[in-house]
């Protein structure tokens, strides 16, 4: 099988160019991924409360396994980008053949487990005994789907690592708007399908990710020639198992740490009363949507740096903290004042009470200021993953959530109450954005020339 690079080289040309032309696919991807809970709850609500109560249980479960399948695919991104930057095309198709092996047999393993354990995790997570035959009705099928949510992740970061995010993004689309078309058909049985209710939207999620999964592998296979069959020596598909996991374990723990102290500080939240929560929702909602930009930058930021750092281009490293940089602070205000401008206004759309109101406007006239500071916390953990170094990133992640945000956001609860969290997440923010930049610069000027140490093989 001849060695070929089919995608545009990210070696040369305008940094600022090529992170935008990789990154904007991906704010339209992001966003339809992002559809898919807001769509599937919309559809379940109108089922009853008991069905939404049921699937609202299922979210913790769900958002840990996609942790997996995302640090996973970190892993994958991080290790491709750096061997395809160096040129080593037999090393690429390696990795990703041996990164997908290793999806499918976790996906496996989750699912084994998961059918295993629905009752007994359920009621330890706190479902009633009403609830644990709807649950079930929802995570058999997704359980037995797992492989679609897990391989698929892994894929699509291999994409993203040779510089493809427009197939991506465009993929990312199919299968949102795949998803809408068949949840009401499933769910309600419309058009002779029959009526499954909860089941009916597990199934549409399991089965529009299918078409990812397979869609994904085909140009994997086909068009970029980087998929082959499996070698039968275990001593290169451990050095694989070693590079992804070097960055994926890392990645994993990051994006569990989030939803965890997001529990935690809901029940701050919880002691100033229902509109307060309300009001809370209200403005975490409408925040990723607004942070959706910086998504999509961290998305790519790892690739760009993986290959450049492979092909030992330290200098295009340098400029592309000065492209991050300028970016973050410039839209970071701009998008501040936007919400200090108009966050009523969005927040209206929600909710019409004035306490529920109050808390919500409060929030986005204030943590946004601080959006530049953990954009580029999110660009700089991307960064250090494509340059093979995870422990930075995954030490800023901890410290920024564990090492201060927690801590201030219980003495500011105390102090000033429900708006001192909103202090609280600004002070952090901006800290660990400033730790996140002085530690990236360092690295970087600490291993110029030194291509050895610039990332790990």
Not at 3 to 32: D, F, K, N, Y
Not at 93 to 117: E, F, K, M, N
Not at 310 to 319: I, P, W
Not at 371 to 400: D, E, K, Q, W
Request: aromatic share 10%; with cysteine.
């Amino acid at each position: 099988m001849a060695s070929h690079r089919s995608q545009p080289s990210l070696l040369e040309g305008a940094v600022a160019a090529h992170l935008q032309r990789l990154a904007l696919p991906m704010v339209w991807g992001i966003l339809a991924t992002m559809s898919f809970n807001v769509v599937d709850t919309y559809f379940v609500s109108q089922l009853g409360d008991g069905p939404l109560a049921a699937m609202s249980f299922t979210f913790p479960v769900v958002m840990v396994i996609n942790a997996l399948a995302i640090g996973l695919g970190a892993g994958t991104s991080s290790a491709v980008a750096r061997a395809y930057g160096a040129g080593d095309m037999s090393r690429v198709r390696q990795l990703v053949t041996d990164a997908t092996l290793l999806a499918l047999l976790l996906a496996v393993l989750v699912s084994a487990i998961g059918l295993l354990t629905i009752e007994p995790l359920f009621r330890l997570l706190g479902a009633q005994e009403r609830l644990l035959p709807l649950i079930t009705e929802y995570m058999v099928p997704w359980y037995y789907g797992a492989v679609f949510a897990v391989v698929p992740m892994v894929s699509l970061s291999a994409l993203r690592a040779i510089g493809n995010s427009a197939l991506t993004g465009r993929i990312m689309i199919a299968v949102a708007v795949f998803n809408l078309v068949l949840d009401p058909l499933l769910i309600f049985g419309l058009f002779g399908f029959p009526r499954l209710e909860l089941q009916g939207a597990a199934l549409a999620t399991v089965i529009a990710r299918g078409v990812s999964f397979f869609i994904a592998l085909y140009v994997l296979a086909r068009r970029e020639q980087l998929l082959s069959a499996p070698t039968l020596n275990w001593r290169l598909v451990k050095e694989s198992w070693s590079s992804l996991l070097r960055v994926g374990l890392p990645a994993i723990a990051t994006n569990v740490i989030i939803p965890v102290s997001g529990g935690v500080v809901v029940a701050l939240v919880a002691a100033h009363g229902a509109d307060a929560v309300a009001g809370l929702g209200i403005a975490l909602r409408i925040e990723p949507l607004a942070l959706i930009v910086f998504y999509a930058l961290s998305s790519v930021v790892g690739p760009f740096m993986g290959q450049n750092a492979g092909a030992g281009k330290q200098q295009r490293l340098h400029e592309t903290i000065a492209v991050l940089s300028r970016f973050c602070i410039v839209f970071g205000v701009g998008l501040a004042i936007l919400l200090w401008l108009l966050g009523r206004h969005i927040a209206a759309l929600f909710s019409d009470s004035p306490q529920v109101l109050a808390v919500a406007v409060g929030y986005l006239s204030l943590v946004p200021f601080s959006y530049a500071g953990y954009g580029f916390v999110m660009s700089a953990n991307a960064a250090f993953n494509g340059l093979g170094h995870p422990l930075p990133g995954t030490i800023i992640s901890f410290l920024r959530v564990l090492g201060l945000y927690l801590p201030l956001a219980w003495l500011g609860n105390y102090v000033l109450g429900i708006y001192g969290l909103f202090v609280a997440t600004v002070i952090a923010n901006l800290t660990i954005g400033i730790l996140a930049w002085w530690w990236l610069r360092r690295y970087l000027a600490e291993n110029v020339g030194n291509r050895e140490g610039l990332f790990a093989k």
